[in-house]
Nanobody
Framework: QVQLVESGGGLVQAGESLRLSCVGT????????MGWFRQAAGKEREFVAGITWDGGDTFYGLPAKGRFTISRDNAKDTLYLQMNSLKPEDTAVYYCAAGSDSPRDYEYDAWGQGTQVTVSS
């Protein structure tokens, strides 16, 4: 099973950008479709974006459309989430996950520990 470690979270002001990274180790990263989810305090986990194993197709949840971009570099075993025009409602812990590119979290086999993103108004 692949192990995942996210990084790149932090505190930013509304309108600014962040790029999250997720490095995979242990199993061949390029075997896996991948996804990003987020969970705000007191709320359910929410699908942000998904990407096929080769990066050929991408999928986005409603909050991400038009502002976020998912991508991957299989040579570096790394998944990315570029987040632009951040809003306070984007504040959450962001998780990467391996094994699917769907919005259904139960389809994923492995999860990272999460990285906190906080957007101030």
């Amino acid at each position: 099973q692949v192990q995942l470690v996210e990084s790149g979270g932090g505190l930013v002001q509304a309108g600014e950008s962040l790029r999250l990274s997720c490095v995979g180790t242990g199993r061949t990263f390029s075997y896996y479709a991948m996804g990003w989810f987020r969970q705000a305090a007191g709320k359910e986990r929410e699908f942000v974006a998904g990407i096929t194993w080769d990066g050929g197709d991408t999928f986005y949840g409603l909050p991400a459309k038009g502002r976020f971009t998912i991508s991957r570099d299989n040579a570096k075993d790394t998944l990315y989430l570029q987040m632009n025009s951040l809003k306070p409602e984007d504040t959450a812990v962001y998780y990467c996950a391996a094994g699917s590119d769907s919005p259904r979290d139960y389809e994923y086999d492995a999860w990272g520990q999460g990285t906190q993103v906080t957007v101030s108004s």
